[in-house]
């Protein structure tokens, strides 16, 4: 196991990841599916993408994509599709998800209206991930979360040098390997399980 899959592994286990995906120049891009209700449920955003350059102003982040299906002689007729930029509509919640310290997960519309039933109908681009702390070495991922991935890859990486065994004996000493991920790293895990869950109301 090398980083990047102690990292996924880790990642899994809280149920969402730490890392940034996107920067203010070169956004992210995420997809997602319209179910006819007054919000929207995202990944972690820290960010909307600002770099529009259009007005009126905010735009370019948030797309929504509608196609007109209409019945016509007894069939179902696919019409037009019309792509709309409705940055400048939407509001990212929970209201103090920045002021905490927090991502936002999930976006509601100023104009009340809702997001259309569709499949991959809206387009958002920003930085997701984590926002990032005072004294973070990357961008969105606490230090002990880091640390926490460094050792659980040494640690599989020991048991493959074990072959995979539960335990060996080297000079008189006996090391025991658990298989599972160590007591250290998933009592970091629990620390960060809950954290999703903060303040997510409005």
Known sequence: MDILEAQALIDGEIGYMFQQDGTSSVPATRLYDGDASFDLATDDIVSLYGGGGCT??????????????????????????????????IILKPNNFAAVNLSSRRMVRNSGL?????????????????????????????????RATIR???????????????????????????KEIPIDVMRVIKRYSHTRFITRSS
Not at 56 to 70: K, L, M
Not at 117 to 128: C, E, P, R, S
Request: proline share 4%; aromatic share 12%; hydrophobic share 35%.
């Open 56 to 89: 009126p102003t905010p735009c370019g982040a948030v797309f929504e994509t509608v196609t007109n299906i209409f019945l016509s002689g007894g069939i179902w007729v696919t019409g037009t599709t019309t792509t709309t930029d409705i940055t400048a509509d």
């Open 114 to 146: 809702s997001f259309q039933l569709g499949t991959q109908n809206y387009k958002v681009l920003g930085i997701f991930g984590q926002p990032r702390n005072a004294g973070q070495v990357y961008a969105g991922v606490p230090n002990d979360i880091m």
């Open 152 to 178: 659980l890859a040494i640690h599989y990486y020991k048991m493959r040098d074990t072959a995979y065994s539960d335990m060996v004996q080297g000079q008189g000493v006996r090391e025991k390997y658990n």
